[in-house]
């Protein structure tokens, strides 16, 4: 990498970075091309030189922040095979987002989207990748048990990103957090009475993942 692409991808990466610290404090509104880029402590030009326009940019900052809670997030649930288990890693997953600004960044954008088709879309198709993680966590969990085939893990995982998207936006609200607290405290009394709708019965293959 020569000295001037050096230079350009850490302008990148301060503008990504900048974006998302804009975002998570002021909010979309105030998400200009002059805020991120005083931020970044660059010329506000570099973000339509790099990026073509703010909401690319803010959409690089919300890929940014995906890939590395999905790296974090696959390790959190690799090891998990019950539905207790999984209640819970669910409820870490939340707690770091929220701990972390993730949930900020994201419902954001998902209300800017609202008003902007062409951005609403973005944020669609960046939905289907954790569609297919949550998928992936669930079939490990009740494939082939009764309540895998109440509840198929495809349309379960449809359910808990649409649940997610709300907990996300009604974060924004509830500033105490103790209705989205006692929710998760509830799914925590249910899980283990589920159990016997989580056993898998001897000689029952497990139901095979929905092709997509």
Do not use: C
């Not at 944020?123 to 509840?151: C, H, M, N, Q, Y």
């Amino acid at each position: 990498m020569t000295g001037k692409q050096q230079s350009g991808a850490e302008t990148r990466d301060r503008l990504i970075d900048a974006a998302a610290t804009v975002v998570r404090n002021e909010g979309y509104a105030r998400a200009s091309a002059r805020t991120i880029a005083r931020e970044a402590g660059v010329n506000s030009a570099l973000v339509f030189y790099h990026f073509g326009g703010v909401d690319p940019l803010l959409l690089a900052a919300l890929d940014r922040s995906s890939e590395q809670r999905m790296a974090a997030y696959r390790a959190a649930v690799a090891d998990v095979r019950t539905l207790e288990e999984l209640v819970e890693a669910a409820g870490v997953i939340y707690r770091t987002d929220l701990a972390e600004g993730h949930i900020i960044l994201f419902s954001e954008l998902v209300g800017a989207g609202i008003a902007k088709p062409e951005l609403r879309a973005e944020i669609v198709k960046r939905s289907d990748p954790w569609i297919d993680f949550v998928e992936e966590a669930l079939e490990r969990v009740i494939g082939g048990t009764p309540l895998g085939r109440l509840l198929p893990p495809r349309e379960l995982a449809y359910a808990a990103i649409t649940f997610y998207l709300g907990v996300n936006l009604f974060t924004r609200l509830d500033a105490d957090q103790s209705r989205t607290n006692a929710l998760f405290d509830l799914m925590t009394r249910v899980a283990p009475r589920a159990k016997l709708l989580t056993m898998r019965l001897p000689g029952r293959r497990r139901t095979p993942s929905v092709d997509r």
